[in-house]
């Protein structure tokens, strides 16, 4: 059901019972999935390519060319899962360099103004609160909430079911599991409710909760912290996760350090 104001390219590719309002605009090497829906006032452009079951509300911009200034030219590409709700004036920009791709998961909830910038790899699962906003090269993983006017510094990496207050500035990598907040954001405690509403065991809890009194303590480097928790935490899995994700950081950990 595409609406006569719309404009699809002849060559996009549309699937079946997709639904696309008034005055959206479909360009040439878009690939939208069946059960979309696209309200209104929509516009998709690049080589971008949505799953299945998106709704994408008004206004909201997908695949556009990258704001990177390196940018050079070339094919760059926007590559969006399934059953994502992408609401009002969202902007997800295509990748910076010949062959690249800015990638969205599925199952993710991105409100509105959010911005994902070129070369962003997000998830599965993750909320974006009103305008949070993705710096190009920034990676997401899966069950983590980004609270409204949050704003993450690039190559930064948020991990699995974190949670960042509202208005936060992230410089440095969010550990998984854990809540920050601040200016500049720093890790205040383990996401208990998040932990509990996805489901993790009542021992990896207990885990983590141990894991990020380590993690807090005063005067410990990283190598340190990183000893402690693997010689007095028990492995379970989501340890391992959170001492893997630490390991290999490359900007920092958001800790109370320089």
């Not at 399934?82 to 010949?98: F, L, M, P, Q, Y």
């Not at 993750?126 to 609270?147: F, P, R």
Request: hydrophobic share 40%.
């Amino acid at each position: 059901m595409i609406h006569p104001t719309a404009i699809v390219a002849a060559a996009a590719q549309i699937g079946p019972d997709c639904e696309i309002g008034p005055y959206c605009v479909i360009g040439p090497n878009v690939v939208l999935g069946p059960r979309c829906r696209l309200h209104s006032h929509v516009v998709i452009d690049g080589h971008t390519e949505l799953g299945s079951d998106n709704e994408v509300f008004p206004f909201a911009c997908l695949g556009l060319r990258t704001q990177d200034m390196k940018w050079k030219g070339g094919i760059t590409r926007t590559r969006i899962g399934s059953h994502n709700v992408i609401r009002e004036c969202v902007t997800i920009h295509s990748a910076t360099g010949d062959g690249e791709t800015t990638v969205v998961g599925s199952y993710n909830n991105i409100l509105a103004y959010s911005h994902i910038a070129h070369n962003v790899v997000l998830g599965d699962h993750i909320v974006m609160s009103n305008v949070a906003t993705l710096a190009g090269h920034v990676v997401v993983e899966d069950h983590a909430v980004i609270g409204g006017l949050a704003a993450v510094h690039q190559f930064c990496r948020i991990g699995r079911m974190s949670i960042i207050g509202g208005c936060s500035k992230v410089v440095q990598d969010v550990p998984p599991y854990m809540m920050a907040d601040g200016n500049p954001a720093r890790v205040r405690a383990v996401n208990k409710v998040g932990l509990e509403r996805n489901s993790v065991p009542p021992e990896s809890r207990l885990a983590l909760k141990k894991a990020c009194r380590i993690l807090l303590s005063e005067g410990l480097t990283i190598p340190a912290i990183l000893a402690q928790i693997q010689s007095e935490v028990p492995m379970l899995p989501e340890v391992q996760h959170l001492v893997q994700f630490i390991t290999s950081t490359q900007r920092g950990i958001s800790l109370n350090r320089s």
